[in-house]
């Protein structure tokens, strides 16, 4: 079957009905999640697993995984969608990586262009979303024609490039980036070795032989680390919104927001593609490039409709292009992508290579909606950017603990014991103290899920090498990702020696 | 950068490093004559987190003695009685059921977060206890603790 033939089967996947309500879903909660402060896009993924598993029990295995998936993509890319509300409106970002739409997005607000501004957050991220799934369709097949002849030192290889990449961009160290990476690494070590058979690190604890919950760490760290916060901080929202009059951007701002919307779109989907590169970034380095082309430049940061435009598409069409490294080469990019992996193996689908010829029909399904799903959003938020703008108002102190219960409740419904309970809570205060030090959360995530197929991949090339770790530089593409890792953590540390400012990646 | 905390943390992560270095030590060496045995991906691991801690350690001595910011004043105070609810939630949810617990739970956090409308706190809090119980496991068929035996309702 062609490419087009598998995406047309996949729209067919995306349209039925039940799938149309989860796009829908996804998509709502996502801008609600963006819209509100407090919970971001990792933690909102986190907390609906479990509300998604228990939605789609009654589909067969293989539909409940595309429900599901879809579902929690449509979170994802939502939540971009969401986040600029807030940063328009409020001048405070929904989540990081609409922080560079303040910038302007405020500045505009305040010049009583709110609705120009939201519009165009909106049409940009639209054509965002498309040029990255654009870039999905092509891509996928190429990159796991090429992921599928990997061999377990290649993936080995491959994983410490993914998780180097991560602590090399993640917060204000990289040492403790590292320290988390590790620490998530030997976290995953804990419960039966799924080659050998043998308990690790078990103690006769009985709730330790199955290792710990990736969920419910994620759920703690992300969720209730960002409630603990919120309550010691007393933070609260009591900002000035801004008022909306007109949500149609007038033919000006189109015109002088679609080269801007256009390369904001590749460009991100480009650096969404890079492992620890996410959409901050992305929307970062858009905002820089917008401002060097431009005509005059002084605009910037006084309203310009352009720098709007660019950082907003640019960090949804990254949201899209983290997709890819997850679809065809199983390894998760960014701390979002690495808590939807931890849901397809939830449901037992590898993601990787083998995704496309295994379950076609969960992947196109998947990407499919997400042309669905993009157009949803704009139809939803171009009338309806009024009523999200309301939900910024809800009051903090209802807020916090309903987000412990609906914690409490995803991780005690999967899990059914206590002991996770327990653990959920104190990884949300050592999250807590942790991220408030600098030490980033995502690797230590990232490394709890990828450290079960790391060691696998790694015991399995050293035993077809006879114990020989030089397996691992005999083979050229696998000398090839270790020496790009290797570049990843060095070029930063040269760059900073040097004196040179880099961009760091909160979100990862 | 907060230097007493780093430091603590670098030698707690020291420990981790050095207690799951020398715990591998007991796991089985070989696994169906594979010289790769489950020992040997922890014991790495657990040498890395080592060194990492120990130059973090090292580092917090170098760090430059910065003029003591302005203390933040944390509110510890609704912080602890909201960690200690939560903790009591999740502790005897299986013993008083998701419904009591939640709306519990609801209560005192709602009022530690801000006194008063105590009418509000309680219809929002009846509305979600029973309003997510109804819905998981009536409509959604899902399983959550119920009513206590004791109350006799069932």
């Not at chain 1, 999640?33 to 789609?56: D, E, N």
């Not at chain 1, 256009?262 to 991100?268: E, K």
């Not at chain 1, 409709?305 to 890819?324: D, L």
């Amino acid at each position: 079957m062609s490419t087009v033939e598998y995406l047309l089967n996949g729209l067919g996947t995306a349209m039925q009905w039940h799938n149309i309500a989860f796009v829908f879903m996804g998509v709502l909660i996502g801008t609600v999640v963006g819209v509100l402060p407090g919970i971001g896009p990792m933690s909102g993924v986190a907390l609906l697993i479990p509300i998604t598993a228990t939605m789609t029990a009654g589909l067969g295995p293989e539909e409940s995984a595309t429900s599901s998936i879809i579902l929690l993509a449509g979170v994802y890319y939502g939540a971009m969608y969401g986040g600029s509300t807030t940063s328009i409106l409020l001048n405070t970002p929904g989540e990081s990586s609409s922080v560079v739409t303040t910038l302007d997005g405020y500045q505009m607000a305040k010049q009583g262009r709110a609705g120009a501004a939201l519009a165009i957050a909106a049409i940009g991220s639209f054509v965002a979303g498309l040029v990255s799934m654009i870039g999905l369709v092509f891509l996928a097949k190429p990159l796991s024609a090429i992921a599928i002849r990997f061999g377990p030192a290649e993936y080995f290889s491959l994983m410490v490039l993914g998780l180097f990449a991560i602590s090399g961009l993640a917060g204000k160290s990289m040492l403790k980036a590292l320290i988390m990476t590790v620490t998530g690494l030997l976290l995953a070590t804990i419960g039966i070795d799924s080659v050998s058979g043998v308990a690790r690190f078990t103690y006769g604890i009985p709730q330790l032989y199955q290792g710990l919950e990736f969920l419910t760490v994620a759920v703690g760290m992300f969720a209730l680390g960002e409630v603990f916060k919120t309550i010691l901080h007393r933070e609260g929202n009591d900002g000035e919104l801004a008022k909306i009059n007109r949500v149609t951007p007038t033919k000006q701002d189109l015109k002088d927001s679609a080269g801007a919307i256009g390369r904001g779109s590749v460009l991100g989907f480009f650096i969404g593609l890079l492992p620890g590169a996410g959409a901050i970034l992305a929307s970062f380095f858009s905002y820089i490039v917008e401002k060097k082309i431009s005509k005059n430049p002084g605009k910037f940061g006084k309203g310009a409709i352009e720098g709007v435009a660019a950082p907003e598409s640019a960090n949804n069409a990254a949201a899209g292009g983290a997709m890819i490294p997850l679809l065809t080469l199983g390894i998760p990019s960014s701390g979002t992508t690495a808590i939807m992996m931890g849901a397809f193996i939830m449901y037992n689908v590898q993601p990787g290579p083998l995704l496309f010829t295994d379950h076609p029909q969960l992947a196109w399904g998947v990407i499919a909606s997400m042309f669905v799903g993009n157009l949803m959003l704009l139809v939803l938020n171009m009338p309806l950017v009024r009523l999200f703008a309301k939900v910024i108002e809800t009051p903090t102190k209802y807020l916090i603990p309903l987000i412990i219960l609906f914690s409490v409740f995803g991780v005690y419904a999967v899990q059914y014991s206590v002991f996770d309970l327990m653990l959920m809570l104190g990884c949300g205060v050592a999250g807590y103290y942790l991220s408030k030090n600098d030490f980033p959360l995502a690797p230590l995530v990232l490394g709890l899920i990828l450290g079960p197929m790391m060691e696998n991949n790694m015991r399995r090339a050293l035993t077809i090498s006879n114990g020989d770790f030089a397996i691992f530089l005999q083979k050229p593409v696998s000398l090839l990702f270790l020496i790009i890792g290797a570049l990843w953590l060095v070029i930063p540390l040269v760059l900073k020696l040097r004196g040179k400012k880099v961009l760091i990646n909160e979100e990862a | 950068m907060n230097r007493t905390f780093d430091r603590y943390a670098g030698i707690v992560f020291l420990a981790a490093g050095a207690a799951f270095m020398l715990e591998s030590k007991n796991i089985s060496s070989s696994a169906y004559g594979s010289s790769i045995g489950a020992n040997i991906f922890p014991f790495v691991l657990g040498l890395l987190l080592s060194l990492l801690s120990l130059r973090l350690v090292y580092g917090t001595f170098r760090y430059k003695r910065q003029e003591e910011k302005k203390k933040e004043s944390l509110d510890y105070k609704r912080f602890g009685i909201i960690l200690a609810a939560a903790v009591l939630y999740a502790f005897f949810l299986e013993e008083i059921g998701f419904v009591i617990g939640t709306f519990l739970f609801l209560m005192i956090g709602f009022q530690t977060m801000q006194r008063g409308r105590i009418w509000v706190s309680l219809l929002i809090s009846a509305v979600f206890s029973f309003g997510v119980y109804y819905l998981f496991v009536h409509v959604l068929d899902g399983s959550l603790p119920g009513f206590p035996a004791w109350l006799g309702l069932t």
